[in-house]
């Protein structure tokens, strides 16, 4: 009986050939007015937090269990996740067993949030999401992001399961990051918050939260997840972290999940990223306003060009994971993913290589 052989992947990536009448793409235009549907939360009473830490409230149980770390603001103009754990605090949530902490990151980046300019509070200094590495930690430079990773850091690395929350600037479909550890896939097939999980290798750029060495190295059991919840300051974004987080904390809290999360964990959509696009030049184009989550049926299907270069579809059914409509130069434009195949937890007794 005959196999038909695979189809030979397309480069992503090619020169464009022949003669062409049009011009390049035109520069990219500038941000467009994002709605700000929801608006910040006051989070006044937790600044000073309960443990030491500023911004961290931290609780513990007599009964033996893990320590959940929930954490928003890592990028501070995203704030639904925020909002989610200020509800939880005003409503006296408690661990039923071990302990939980909730960080409020970046509260500072938050405080300059501006509906004029929604995007610019992301950060003050740098990408808070790019400092977990441990050389980046220990080393001697300083920063506003860096110096308050330094400040928390005790308590991540008590962690046994942690949750990072964020929203996305762009439409797409909302999606739970797992890392490339497979226990990051356990994690977030447990959360089951969102249909869409997508496993990747993070950023060249520096080390995401969820990368940090005791999330991802085989030495350790502790597992974290990315959330993004959704499109920023959008009440659908909100609905979404809450189930996030009610998921991961019912097992120790006690809380109750909305009903539907059973039938999405059962039929999660589990992705691998394959392939991370930059953009080359200043003038990188999609050739339409795809959305994160669309399924390109055909490879070889023409995505963007880049300059002189096309970004096409490597294989078929690939997935557009978070693309970004107007990439800088040398920021990431694309991330292009396909189904995983089936993943076993590290934490089993069969762990993955
Ligand atoms: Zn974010």
């Known amino acids: 009986m005959k196999h038909a052989l695979p189809a030979e992947p397309v480069p992503i990536r090619s020169r464009r050939s022949g003669v062409f009448m049009e011009t390049l793409p035109p520069p990219p235009a500038p941000l467009p007015r994002f709605e700000v549907g929801i608006p910040p939360p006051d989070l006044s009473a937790w600044r000073e937090g309960n443990c030491g830490i500023p911004g961290v409230m931290h609780f513990e149980s007599r009964r033996v269990g893990p320590h959940v770390v929930v954490v928003c603001l890592i990028h501070g103009n995203e704030y639904t996740g925020a909002i989610v754990m200020d509800e939880l605090l005003r409503a006296r949530l408690r661990p039923g067993a071990g302990r939980l902490s909730f960080i409020f990151a970046n509260m500072e980046a938050l405080a300059q949030f501006d509906h004029e300019r929604p995007v610019a509070s992301r950060f003050i200094d740098e990408d808070m999401n790019r400092v977990w590495s441990e050389d980046t930690l220990r080393g001697t430079r300083s920063s506003h992001e860096l110096d308050r990773a330094r400040q928390i850091l005790p308590v991540i690395q008590t962690a046994d399961i942690l949750v990072d929350l964020h929203s996305m600037l762009w439409p797409g479909r909302p999606l739970v990051l797992s890392g490339r550890a497979p226990r990051g896939m356990t994690l977030a097939r447990q959360i089951g918050a969102t249909p869409l999980i997508v496993a990747d290798d993070g950023h060249a750029d520096g080390t995401r939260l969820i990368d940090f060495a005791r999330f991802s190295s085989p ?122 195949p089936h993943v076993t937890d590290g934490s089993s007794s069969h762990p993955a290589p």
């Not at 059991?221 to 809450?242: F, I, K, M, P, Y």
């Not at 691998?272 to 399924?295: K, N, Q």
């Open 219 to 340: 030495r350790t059991q502790a597992r974290a997840c990315l959330v993004e919840a959704g499109q920023h300051w959008q009440a659908q974004t909100l609905h979404t972290a809450r189930r996030a987080v009610r998921a991961v904390l019912r097992p120790s809290c006690l809380v109750k999940t909305e009903t539907g999360g059973r039938n999405v964990r059962e039929t999660a959509q589990c992705m691998m990223v394959t392939d991370l696009v930059r953009a080359h030049s200043s003038r990188f184009a999609f050739v339409a306003p795809f959305r994160g989550g669309d399924i390109i049926a055909r490879r070889g299907t023409l995505l963007a060009r880049d300059g002189d270069d096309e970004i096409r579809t490597p294989y078929d059914d690939c997935m557009l994971v978070m693309p970004n409509l107007r990439p800088g130069r040398g920021q990431t434009a694309l991330r292009l993913a396909r189904r995983a």
